[in-house]
């Protein structure tokens, strides 16, 4: 698309050379980044434009599984694709596993240390997916927006009406031109027999004038 506007990523990661390092990545890809070292430090900004939370799991800098709960639980968050990076291995008994399990497309678990390659793989997988459900959802709108229009419109006969008006009007010129030029032709006929008719008695006049003495 013409002017395509920019993927938002909100990027959470306590680590701020980590956190500057993927945004660079991320920037350099043609994406937006937001940076926050925590949930609490978010700047302000219009979180309904946000596309993508990447997140930073880790429980020595106090941002541990229940950061992703709270993401969760928001209601502009909740919808969004999730990327979380983590240090340590989720708990088999936490309720963010719940999570997990049940929207496997929507969050996506990277382990640390992670291959940025992989990180950012991770990242447009999601983004594609998010945008293809936009799409889904646009087309449906659109859709559901025509049928709705078709059964509240009756078919008019006015587009028929206002075609003949304009055919008649076409019509009508047509037939004046070919009238005028009718009348132009007898004009220019009439013209031209008059001049010719009137030329032998201009001449027979002439000839008397000059010679009076002939008999005509």
Do not use: C
């Not at 890809?29 to 937001?34: A, H, T």
């Not at 502009?76 to 708990?91: G, K, Y």
């Not at 678990?109 to 992670?114: A, E, H, T």
């Not at 009756?154 to 009406?161: M, R």
């Amino acid at each position: 698309m013409s002017q395509e506007k920019k993927p938002i990523i909100l990027l959470i990661e306590a680590d701020q050379s980590l956190r500057r390092l993927i945004s660079l990545g991320l920037q350099q890809r043609g994406l937006y980044v937001i940076e926050a070292s925590s949930l609490a430090s978010i700047p302000a900004f219009d979180i309904q434009q946000l596309t993508l939370l990447v997140l930073d799991i880790d429980s020595n800098t106090g941002t541990n599984w229940s950061l992703l709960e709270r993401v969760q639980s928001h209601p502009h968050f909740a919808p969004l694709p999730v990327v979380a990076l983590a240090w340590d291995n989720r708990p088999s008994d936490h309720p963010s596993d719940k999570i997990i399990a049940v929207a496997p497309t929507h969050i996506t678990y990277l382990p640390k240390p992670f291959d940025a390659r992989i990180l950012f793989k991770a990242i447009s997988r999601q983004l594609a997916a998010q945008a293809a459900k936009e799409a889904a959802i646009e087309a449906r709108a659109e859709a559901a927006l025509l049928a709705t229009y078709k059964s509240h419109t009756a078919p008019s006969i006015w587009p028929v009406i206002t075609a003949a008006g304009l055919l008649l009007i076409v019509i009508g010129l047509l037939l004046q031109m070919v009238i005028a030029m009718v009348g132009f032709l007898v004009v220019i006929a009439a013209l031209l027999l008059w001049t010719l008719g009137a030329k032998p008695e201009t001449e027979k006049i002439s000839t008397v004038l000059l010679h009076p003495g002939v008999n005509t």
